[in-house]
């Protein structure tokens, strides 16, 4: 063994030498080939733990001198792929000993392209793998065990042979029953940010064959379960779309925008009908699909008579080049807005009304520039006449609770966001308008609470900035990924990811808001607004429905969180909302649950707009007064 050892350790760091790599080819390759056999007792069922061991140590350095055409060059070389078969297979041995032999993959995926014997005996020897050692659920694992971390170690192994080999989507088939078998697998961010590096190394042939397998599972209705086609859409294919290029994005959407669109104009069936929920799941991700399209490309490819896309919808006959633009408006809309009062709660009827609304913010913005659009579209609803938004995309059936200490900082979410510039590029302004002035650095309000040693430290209070610093957030020019075609400000945003901003439309709306501040879509305010008159009109919608008697208070707590997330361009109207705040912080006071970090963050977003005006009705100030100190 100790030979063997200083053997490959000397030829592989010698093999640089193109001398020594041409002995190494002609005579320690085939001397290895050839005695490989007898090395079979060393790994054989009956062999030792430390046998195996160092019999894949000798594995794993003898594959550092092989090349990618190891199978071609050596006849006898076959052997190899039947000891890797025999050692992943092998029950005898520690998961551990298993797990180290996914080392092995990274080669054989190499060695194996173009040759499709060896790829599907490769295939099945990890499929049985997986089928022998993972759970089918990876939540049956419990947190800290050493199950747990043998799993995500595997895991790893096998997201490293996909990194490591962008010419072969053999590992994300491998992958695609345990990566889409539950809606939120322990170790998804990691599997995601593999893919989406593959993705970005892949050649536009290997990609198109990536992107196809996951949307295949969500195609076929009949062979997956409604997990798996979501998961498969949702968690994969619409993250890894965002990292292809430009032309295999476009390429996509020209395959499959006749089916994505046949699916959202299909009628929906009752919900007593048995493919209701099949249904849903179609329309959901058929929604966020057409989301990321509209989100992604410009105005021109998407809605005129020179637009592919547009064409292929309609045929190859298209009379306005608007008919894609029209089509997913009035499908979003009337989906965002169903009435389906009496039906029972429906957790993923409350998730396609979300993508629909989505939908609808992501076209809105891509081809519309005037106020009537985005207040109709996007802030208007009608219950009177059976059209519901808010109730349609909010939960109302929880009830929402804010923490006071929390024992981990709360999660937060990065979200690169794409404000479309073509008023300020038309205007010739290069200079971003939207950037607001430099945040306080205070700590996120998550760390606070009446008995931390932090709040006797902030008794001096800079109410001159917004006062955002509760629920922090940065913007930076985001350099890792081309921008489109220049018609793009990028930023970055990270939002503590609370029960309200884990709403998927939150983020949805402050694009909507960033994108009229930016592009000058808002009026100018007057000069003293002091009525819901003097609002925009947007703004108007969304003061009418928190002050609406019967709106849930739900409803409510996701317009002051905008209120929340946005003050800056809330604060010249402080006048009209401040009364409404008030009332919020008041009635979260009244529950008694102590000064939770939603109570701290309305009151200073409050504070912050003394500047623009100070509240004067001295009840309800005595009231919220009254209110913080019994809960401090």
């Keep these: 063994v100790l030979c063997l050892n200083n053997l490959l350790d000397f030829s592989i760091r010698e093999k640089v030498d193109k001398r020594v790599d041409a002995r190494v080819n002609n005579d320690l390759v085939p001397a290895f080939l050839e005695l490989w056999s007898d090395l079979s007792g060393w790994y054989c069922p009956k062999a030792s733990q430390d046998s195996k061991i160092c019999f894949l140590t000798i594995f794993n350095k003898f594959t550092g001198l092989l090349s990618a055409n190891v199978f071609n060059e050596y006849p006898k070389a076959s052997c190899l792929l039947n000891s890797f078969t025999q050692l992943v297979g092998d029950q005898d041995t520690l998961p551990t000993f298993r797990s180290q032999c996914l080392s092995l993959v990274p080669f054989f995926l190499r060695a194996c392209v173009g040759k499709q014997e060896l790829r599907a005996k490769l295939k099945s020897a990890l499929s049985e793998y997986i089928q022998n050692n993972f759970p089918l659920y990876s939540t049956e694992l419990a947190i800290g065990s050493t199950a747990r971390e043998e799993y995500i170690a595997a895991i790893d192994r096998m997201l490293a042979a996909v990194a490591s080999n962008s ?71 619409i993250p890894m ?173 990065r979200q690169l966001t794409t404000i479309r510039s073509n008023v300020r590029q038309e205007s010739g302004d290069n200079t971003p308008s939207l950037s607001p002035p430099p945040l306080a650095r205070y700590v996120s309000s998550q760390y606070f609470s009446p008995s931390s040693s932090l709040v006797s430290d902030i008794s001096q209070y800079d109410f001159s900035v917004t006062p955002s610093f509760f629920s922090f957030k940065k913007r930076i020019r985001y350099k890792n990924k081309p921008k489109p075609q220049g018609s793009y400000v990028v930023s970055e945003e990270r939002l503590e990811l609370d029960d309200i901003n884990r709403n998927p439309c939150m983020y949805a709306i402050l694009r909507v808001l960033d994108h009229m501040e930016h ?30 008697a019967n709106t849930h208070v739900n409803v409510r707590l996701f317009i002051a969180k905008i209120v929340v997330n946005r003050p800056l361009l809330f604060q010249p109207y402080s006048r009209v909302w401040t009364e409404s705040l008030v009332q919020m912080i008041i009635l979260q006071c009244n529950e008694n649950s102590g000064m939770n970090y939603f109570i701290v963050d309305l009151t200073v977003t409050v504070l912050s707009w003394t500047q623009t005006y100070v509240y004067e009705d001295k009840f309800l100030a005595s009231k919220l007064l009254e209110g913080l100190m019994s809960n401090t």
């Design 167 to 237: 010419d072969t989507i053999l590992m994300l088939e491998i992958l695609l029953p345990v990566v889409c078998r539950q809606e939120k697998h322990i170790h998804s961010r990691a599997i995601l940010r593999s893919f989406e590096d593959f993705i970005e190394s892949a050649s536009p042939l290997i990609t198109m064959s990536a992107l196809d397998l996951y949307y295949q599972v969500y195609a076929s209705q009949s062979a997956y379960s409604e997990t798996s086609r979501k998961t498969a859409a949702l968690g994969y294919t």
């Design 241 to 413: 779309l965002a990292s292809a290029s430009d032309s295999c994005f476009r390429e996509f959407y020209s395959a499959h925008i006749v089916e994505l669109m046949r699916i959202l104009e299909s009628k929906l069936c009752r919900q007593s009908d048995p493919h209701f929920q099949s249904q849903l799941v179609s329309k959901l991700c058929a929604y966020e699909c057409i989301e990321k399209l509209y989100s992604r490309l410009p105005s021109s490819d998407l809605s005129s008579l020179h637009s592919k896309l547009n064409s292929l919808y309609c045929n190859g006959a298209p009379k306005t080049g608007k008919e894609l633009t029209q089509a997913a408006t009035k499908l979003a809309h009337a989906a965002k807005s169903e009435d389906h009062r009496g039906d029972p709660f429906n957790a993923t009827r409350l998730q396609y009304h979300q993508s629909a609304y989505k939908l609808i913010c992501s076209v809105i913005t891509c081809t519309q520039t005037k106020m009537a659009f985005y207040s109709t579209f996007l802030f208007k609803e009608d219950v009177v006449k059976g059209s519901i938004m808010w109730e349609n995309m909010i939960n109302t059936e929880v009830k929402l609770t804010f923490s006071v200490l929390l024992d981990t900082p709360m999660e937060q979410s």
């Design 519 to 548: 592009n000058k879509i808002n009026p100018d305010p007057p000069s003293n607004p002091s009525s819901p008159a003097d609002l925009p009109q947007w703004m108007a919608q969304l003061h009418a429905k928190m002050t609406e």
